[in-house]
C-alpha cells in the first residue's frame, strides 16, 4: 500500500467511525450512505437550547441601589432553573407608577418588545402602584399584557403580583393585587402570588419573621440572602404552573 493510500486509508476510518450510527463502511471505498431520517444523523448529545425568559419588573426584579443586578432574584431564578434571561425594568417604576421616568408600558416598548419573542415574559410588579387606584393599575395591566401577547402571540406570559416587604402591607396594596390576580384570570395568565402566598413573614423593624434576614434594613427591599429566597419561592411555584422550561407555543 503506497503512502497515499495509506494516509486515505486512516481518513475513512476516522469518518467511518464518526458515521457508524447512520451508515456501513468500507474500507475501500469509504462511507456507504444509508438514506436516514434528520432525527437519526442528529448527535445524541446535542443539547437542547435554554429557554429564553424575559422580565419587566421594579427594583425588585432589577435590583435596587446597591444590588448587582445578577444578585436579583430574576437572575438567580433564571441560575436556578437553567434560563436564559433578559431583564427589563426600572426602581419605583409600575403598571401606573413611572418612577419619574416611564411606566411598564413605555418600557416594554423601548426595553423589550423590539427583541426576537422570548419563551417567556414574566411581568412582576404592583408594589410602587398602590397609591395609584387598582381599578387604573388593573387597566394598565392588562393593556400591557395584550400588547405582549399581540407582539408576540406564541410566547407565553405570566404575571407576579405585589412584593411586599413585610406581612401586612397596607389595604391598597391588597387592592392592587387582587385587581391584578382578576386580570390574569380574565386573559388566562397564570398569576403568582407573595403576599397571599406569604413568602414575607413579620417585620424587620420589630425584628419577627423571615424578614430578619431577608428584607434591608430599609424594610422594603430584599437582601442579597432575601433575593435567592424570592428566587427559590418563585421557581416553586414556576414549577407548579408548569413554566419551570417554558417553550413557545407553537
Known amino acids: 500500500m503506497s503512502y497515499r493510500r495509506a494516509r486515505r486509508g486512516a481518513a ?11 451508515g456501513g463502511c468500507s474500507a475501500v471505498d469509504g462511507p456507504v450512505r444509508r438514506p436516514a431520517s434528520a432525527a437519526s444523523v442528529r448527535p445524541a448529545s446535542a ?3 435554554p429557554p429564553v425568559v424575559m422580565f419587566l419588573g421594579d427594583s425588585y426584579t432589577v435590583g435596587e441601589r446597591g444590588t448587582q443586578p445578577e444578585n436579583a432574584y430574576s437572575a438567580a431564578v ?3 432553573l437553567g434560563w436564559q434571561v433578559i431583564v427589563g425594568g426600572r426602581g419605583g417604576t409600575g403598571f401606573v407608577a413611572n418612577g419619574g421616568r416611564q411606566p411598564f408600558g413605555v418600557m416594554f ?3 423589550l418588545g423590539w427583541r426576537p419573542p422570548p419563551d417567556l415574559l414574566i411581568v412582576s410588579g404592583g408594589h410602587n402602584d398602590w397609591v395609584h387606584p387598582a381599578p387604573r393599575v388593573g387597566a394598565a395591566a392588562r393593556e ?4 405582549a401577547r399581540q407582539r408576540w402571540p406564541k ?14 402591607p397596607p389595604p391598597n396594596a391588597v387592592a392592587v393585587r387582587d385587581a391584578l390576580r382578576g386580570v390574569a384570570g380574565e386573559l388566562g395568565v397564570p398569576f403568582v402570588d407573595p403576599i397571599g402566598e406569604q ?3 413579620g417585620n424587620r423593624a420589630t425584628g419577627t419573621g423571615n424578614a430578619t434576614g431577608f428584607i434591608r434594613s430599609d424594610g422594603v427591599h430584599p437582601t442579597v440572602e432575601g433575593h435567592r429566597y424570592l428566587a427559590a419561592r418563585l421557581a416553586e411555584d414556576l414549577r407548579r404552573l408548569g413554566l419551570a422550561h417554558p417553550v413557545r407555543n407553537r
Do not use: D, F, H, M
Not at 475513512?12 to 447512520?22: E, K, R, Y
Not at 400591557?144 to 400588547?147: E, F, T, V
Open 12 to 22: 475513512v476510518l476516522a469518518l467511518c467511525l464518526g458515521v457508524l450510527p447512520t
Open 47 to 49: 443539547a437542547v437550547e
Open 78 to 80: 433564571a441560575r436556578l
Open 109 to 111: 416598548e423601548s426595553q
Open 144 to 147: 400591557l399584557l395584550a400588547r
Open 155 to 168: 410566547t407565553r406570559l405570566a404575571l407576579i403580583g405585589p412584593i411586599w416587604g413585610n406581612e401586612a
Open 199 to 201: 413568602w414575607i413573614t
